[in-house]
């Protein structure tokens, strides 16, 4: 066996391990049913690829690191989803953002927020997004419905 062909087989090991993480924390954030159905979709298609790549260096590579809770994480990323206006995936991660933790109020805040450095025509499209996924999981707002935040 020549050092390289160790080398090649030891980084293609450290890839596996991380690329097992990856798809670990990404079943645990986004739930069986949404990963599989990703994969499979994809599966010996163009876009095989780029789902290992997500997998291991989004989920694996970054959602693995310490520092920032999962909610946290969760909420930074919903921020840029609105900010570069891509609705399918800040759909995907508001209901991950639920799943880590996140209350609508604090969903529906972060939308406030970002409008004010995207602009009101974003906001307002990103907000028709968010009420649909927040509707779809928690159901509608109630016009009692109070936060501690907000008492």
Not at 44 to 73: A, H, K, N
Not at 106 to 134: D, F, K, N, W
Request: glycine share 10%; charged share 25%.
């Amino acid at each position: 066996m020549t050092t390289q062909v160790a080398l090649d087989d030891t980084v293609q090991a450290a890839h596996r391990t991380v690329l097992d993480s990856g798809l670990a924390v990404r079943r645990e954030v986004l739930g069986d049913e949404y990963v599989d159905a990703a994969l499979s979709r994809n599966a010996g298609t163009d876009g095989e690829g780029l789902q290992e790549y997500v997998s291991e260096f989004v989920w694996g590579g970054v959602w693995t690191r310490d520092g920032l809770e999962r909610r946290d994480r969760s909420l930074v990323t919903i921020s840029l989803l609105i900010a570069l206006g891509q609705h399918n995936e800040l759909a995907t991660h508001v209901r991950t953002g639920i799943r880590n933790g996140l209350s609508r109020k604090e969903i529906s805040e972060t939308v406030v927020h970002a409008t004010a450095y995207v602009g009101c025509p974003a906001g307002i499209a990103a907000m028709r997004v968010v009420q649909q996924v927040l509707v779809d999981e928690l159901g509608p707002l109630q016009a009692d419905e109070t936060t501690e935040e907000d008492a």
